[in-house]
């Protein structure tokens, strides 16, 4: 029920002088209530709940976590070889 | 789609396992609040890949679970007036009350539609003016801004035809109420994402506080709920319990301003009773006094509700993370998604609901 999913914004229009925004899904289109998102431009992820914007989701900080998850591979991998090379010894 | 795929790489996912692996020193039950999780978690099998020493329970972070009978009850009677077009999330229309559900008042001939959001209700009042439309305005935090819109946006539109049907509930008295509980068995939290992506994660630092609990802001896809998951285990094994937040993408510790200002114009707090729990004193919201005109208990008399529950149902054990579906004697056999005798298997996010469809190891053994 709280699912909500990333989408661009494609466009900005108003209707009834509410912020208004077509959100591209993956390919599926659909108009989104970006009025909790006042500073949303055309370009920005938002993140969409029953048809209403939650937040702009920050592309630094999802490719950060990404790079910390692949950091952790690299730290196993030094682990590991620390490992071996303390068998040889 | 971007920002979902990356999170569900399956070489970043050995990643956090191998890491949960290396941490993991002692047993620890871990609850994820919110049914969304529960249904990602068993989707991916994120519990199966776990080691033994995590124990996942399920939290009651499942609105279409929780909405209280006596709600269920008032929509289906008010769905049954002939001059009414009753909306309501999908979710909503096996829920059973205490005799039928809406899918059976539809069925009987009344005008009930599936909408996708608070919002397209309106457009419907718009262009029925002579039928009164009833959204049914259940939700945590996480859909409260969207239904406070819809009240707003309906009276800039000059609209005498809409009102709401409200079951609001707010998670923060939901931990209080089974961190409190002499039968809890809750060591640590994964807070749920996107409740915390309107309001912020600044008053959960109280409750990490006062019951010494590590609290971590969690999203939805495979690698977010490992990370949360690895999050808590590093909190709990250091014996450091605090609020961290692993879903940064989303969520900043103040939350959407503008969001908690539309809910706060619109909604109050109030008691509310939650399906297969009970009374929580302040645990939810309700219309304020000035937006009355849109509240559907004011404009529809609804009287002699009697509300009458299955006596073998064990959802509200199930919700708090004291006993799980496979111990329940009618999981599976009186009671499926199919024909669902209480809160938990009501909704394809609820915790029955979730073992069900992607039958569990347990399951299997408690049949043999």
């Known amino acids: 029920m709280c699912l909500a999913v990333p989408g661009k914004i494609i466009e900005l229009f108003t209707t009834t002088s509410m912020k208004m925004g077509k959100v591209d899904f993956g390919g599926v289109m659909r108009e989104v209530c970006l009025e909790a998102v006042p500073e949303s431009k055309v370009g920005d992820y938002v993140i969409v709940h029953a048809g209403f914007a939650l937040n702009i989701l920050s592309e630094k900080e999802a490719q950060d976590t990404l790079a910390a998850f692949r950091e952790l591979e690299e730290a196993e991998f030094n682990l590991d070889n620390n490992e071996d090379f303390t068998t040889l010894d | 789609m971007r920002y979902l795929e990356e999170f569900r790489d399956a070489e970043l996912v050995q990643n956090i396992l191998s890491k949960i692996n290396r941490t993991v020193k002692h047993p620890w039950v871990i609850m994820e609040i919110c049914g969304g999780q529960t249904h990602s978690i068993m989707q991916h099998g994120i519990d199966q890949l776990l080691p033994a020493e995590i124990e996942l329970v399920h939290g009651p972070g499942c609105p279409v679970c929780v909405t209280s009978l006596e709600l269920v009850d008032k929509a289906l009677s008010i769905a049954s007036r002939p001059n009414v077009i009753f909306c309501s999330f999908g979710d909503m229309l096996r829920v059973p009350g205490s005799q039928g559900d809406l899918f059976s008042v539809k069925a009987a001939g009344g005008h009930v539609r599936i909408v996708y959001s608070p919002l397209d209700a309106v457009k419907i009042a718009q262009q029925n003016p002579d039928k009164e439309v009833v959204f049914f305005a259940i939700g945590f935090e996480t859909t409260a801004p969207a239904n406070a819109m819809s009240v707003l946006y309906a009276q800039s539109l000059g ?162 993370g004291i006993k799980k579906p496979y111990q329940c004697p009618a999981f599976g056999k009186m009671c499926t998604p199919q024909n669902p005798l209480g809160a938990t298997m009501v909704s394809s996010e609820g915790t029955c609901a979730a073992y069900y469809r992607y039958a569990r190891l347990e399951m299997e053994e408690h049949h043999e």
């Not at chain 2, 302040?282 to 009355?292: A, H, N, T, V």
């Open chain 2, 159 to 320: 609209l005498r035809n809409y009102s709401i049907l409200v079951s609001h509930v707010t998670v923060p008295p939901a931990m209080h109420a089974i961190l409190g509980s002499s039968t809890n068995r809750v060591q640590g939290f994964l807070a749920a994402g996107h409740v915390c992506s309107v309001m912020g994660y600044h008053q959960y630092h109280s409750i990490s506080q006062k019951y010494n609990i590590p609290i971590v802001v969690t999203g939805f896809e495979p690698l977010d709920l490992l990370n949360g998951i690895l999050m808590t285990v590093e909190l709990l094994e250091a014996g450091t319990p605090k609020v961290q937040n692993a879903y940064s993408r989303v969520v900043s510790e103040a939350g959407n301003i503008p969001a908690q200002a539309m809910i706060k114009r619109v909604f109050q707090d109030c008691d509310r009773n939650w399906r297969g729990i009970g009374f929580i004193p302040q645990s939810g919201w309700e219309l304020r006094p000035e937006y009355s005109r849109f509240d559907a208990e004011k404009r529809f008399e609804v009287e002699n509700i009697q509300t009458r529950e299955s006596e073998i149902c064990i959802s509200g054990q199930i919700l708090q």
